[in-house]
């Protein structure tokens, strides 16, 4: 049974930085591209940011290019998110997500193209 599990988040001031990681058990995913989205109350969940399955391609959300940072340990089945500079725009839940296609390309970077999906963790940015 697959699981993601998401940990990391948590209350931070604006300008502030959070690294969140996501865990991966009961399956591997060194060959499928994996996300990061997120969704803020009484909004749709927006993609964030997604990396490749050998991590040499990422894709950024325009709205956190160049704060964010999306990484991979495929030894260790777990992606991050280097998040700096953080603003209260980017008060969320975030959840990460797995593609179960092999090596798609180009990666992916809508909700639809991910079956696996951890249970969210709440990141705050306080103004």
């Known amino acids: 049974q697959v699981q993601l599990v998401e940990s990391g988040g948590g209350l931070v001031q604006a300008g502030g930085s959070l690294r969140l990681s996501c865990a991966a058990s009961?399956?591997?995913?060194?060959?499928?591209?994996m996300g990061w989205f997120r969704q803020a109350p009484g909004k749709d969940r927006e993609f964030v940011a997604a990396i490749s399955w050998s991590g040499g391609s990422m894709n950024y959300a325009d709205n956190v290019k160049g704060r964010f940072t999306i990484s991979r340990d495929n030894a260790k089945n777990t992606e991050y998110l280097q998040m700096n500079t953080l603003k209260p725009e980017d008060t969320a839940v975030y959840y990460c997500?797995?593609?179960?296609?092999?090596?798609?390309?180009?990666?992916?970077?809508?909700?639809?193209?991910?079956?696996?999906w951890g249970q969210g963790t709440q990141v705050t940015v306080s103004s």
């Open positions: 009961g399956g591997t995913f060194s060959n499928s591209a």
């Open positions: 997500a797995a593609d179960a296609a092999w090596r798609r390309r180009p990666v992916a970077v809508r909700a639809t193209e991910y079956r696996y």
